[in-house]
């Protein structure tokens, strides 16, 4: 069983939709990193969480500690949102550096 | 700043060829990690270095060399090319765990 999971795996959204992308982990944890990954390019940081909620324009992030669970919400989705999204943890008590990483939820938001 | 910086973009080897993709960062990170991402597996460690001149196996170690002479270099060694290396290779760096997490752009490698 994977220690991190994702879901929905694919999602598909139509323009000004509110879009839920979820993520469950089974390991203790220091913090929790929402990633983006649009096609063919790099890996940006959308969120570091430790506790409670972030808020950065459009986009939500909360995460449940006792539940092991975080969720990251897009508010007014739009076209440029599409890309891959990928939650990962860094493992309490593991390597300092090291992160544990879901296999990522693709959302495509149609105009 | 550059940031992570990260080349070659992409590589074509043969079976049995060794290379070395470079890593660069100029954010005094104490933390660098190599990480591979192939379809449908997520980022996968490689190796990983908590300073310089400390490195440790990650989850997919065999295959690959690294070293950490300077805190801005990490560089990853290809020994013998096998077309199961084939993937995408991304470098991070960071403060730790419990900190914002850089990437460099990737390197597309192909091994025929």
């Known amino acids: 069983k994977n220690e991190v999971e994702q879901s929905p795996q694919n999602l598909t959204a139509q323009e000004g939709e509110f879009i839920t992308i979820n993520c469950s982990y089974s390991v203790g944890i220091s913090a929790l990193h929402w990633l983006q990954q649009h096609p063919g390019g790099g890996i940006v940081s959308l969120f570091m969480l430790s506790s409670g909620k972030k808020k950065h324009g459009r986009l939500i992030a909360t995460i449940n500690i006792q539940e092991k669970h975080s969720s990251l919400h897009i508010t007014a989705s739009h076209p440029r949102d599409s890309a891959v999204y990928i939650c990962a943890v860094h493992h309490y008590g593991g390597s300092q550096g090291n992160l544990i990483f879901g296999k990522g939820t693709k959302l495509s938001v149609k105009p | 700043n550059a940031g992570v910086t990260q080349t070659p973009k992409f590589q074509v080897l043969k079976t049995g060829q060794s290379m070395t993709l470079q890593c660069a960062q100029d954010m005094n990170h104490e933390y660098m990690s190599w990480y591979r991402q192939d379809p449908g597996m997520g980022l996968r460690l490689i190796h990983y270095?908590?300073?310089?001149?400390?490195?440790d196996q990650g989850e997919v170690p065999n295959g690959y060399n690294v070293s950490r002479s300077t805190t801005e270099d990490f560089p990853l060694r290809l020994l013998s090319a096998a077309p199961s290396q084939t993937s995408v290779y991304f470098c991070?760096?960071?403060?730790?765990?419990?900190?914002?997490?850089?990437f460099g752009p990737g390197t597309r490698l192909t091994v025929l």
């Open positions: 991070a760096s960071s403060y730790g765990g419990i900190y914002e997490q850089f």
């Open positions: 270095s908590v300073g310089a001149g400390i490195t």
